[in-house]
Every structure is written in C-alpha cells, then in structure tokens.
C-alpha cells in the first residue's frame, strides 16, 4: 500500500514562507505525476496547486501566480512545495497526491494533510 506522509505546516505571517514536503514509501519514479493539492474552509473541492511529472515537467494552478515552486528528490523519495509571498487565503489543508496507471486505469493515492495557516 502506498504511503504519502505530508509535513512542514504551520502558522505563518502574510508575505511568509513555508516549505512543505511529501515522503513516499515507494520510488517516486513509479508514479505518473506527484503533486500538491489543497482544500479551503468551507470547501468541498480540492484544488491542484502544483504537480510535477515522471519526466519533471511540472504545472500549477492559477492562483499561483509564481509563488510557488514544486521539485523533488528522486534518491530521497520527497516532493516539495516551497511556498513564498503566502496570503490569508493561501489558508487551507494541503495534500500530497500521486497517480500511477496511466490514462486507462489510474490510480491516486492521497496523504492525510497538512494543515497551513496564513495569519493578515
């Protein structure tokens, strides 16, 4: 079974910094794509903040707006998401998600969250 285990929230100032990772249990290269996702409050949907694929290629919500960066650490098993400049409402839980099984049959597997608190 696959594990994802976010870390790195907290209670940040606006215009802050935070650096989140994920630790996989399993090569990281055995996914099509990694990436972050989060979920406001009061919000039922999650909403993609950044994803990196097996061949690096990496893509990010509009929100963004350059803020944030995704990468990761093959040897490591990690994937980070360096958050700058965080506002209020950058406040959510973030989740670690990865996908494996190509178009046909996909596969997601979620971490449990962390939760990210930008204080104004």
């Known amino acids: 079974q696959v594990q994802l285990v976010e870390s790195g929230g907290g209670l940040v100032q606006a215009g802050g910094s935070l650096r989140l990772s994920c630790a996989a249990s399993?090569?990281?290269?055995?996914?099509?794509?990694m990436g972050w996702y989060r979920q406001a409050p009061g919000k039922q949907q999650r909403e993609l903040v950044a994803?990196?694929?097996?061949?690096?290629?990496?893509n990010y919500g509009d929100f963004v707006k350059g803020r944030f960066t995704i990468s990761r650490d093959v040897a490591k098993k990690m994937v980070y998401l360096q958050m700058n400049n965080l506002q209020a409402e950058d406040t959510a839980v973030y989740y670690c998600?990865?996908?494996?099984?190509?178009?046909?049959?996909?596969?997601?597997?979620w971490g449990q969250g962390t939760q990210v608190t930008v204080s104004s």
């Open positions: 994803v990196i694929t097996r061949g690096h290629s990496t």
């Open positions: 399993e090569s990281i290269l055995s996914f099509d794509v």
């Open positions: 998600k990865s996908v494996r099984g190509g178009t046909w049959a996909p596969v997601a597997y």
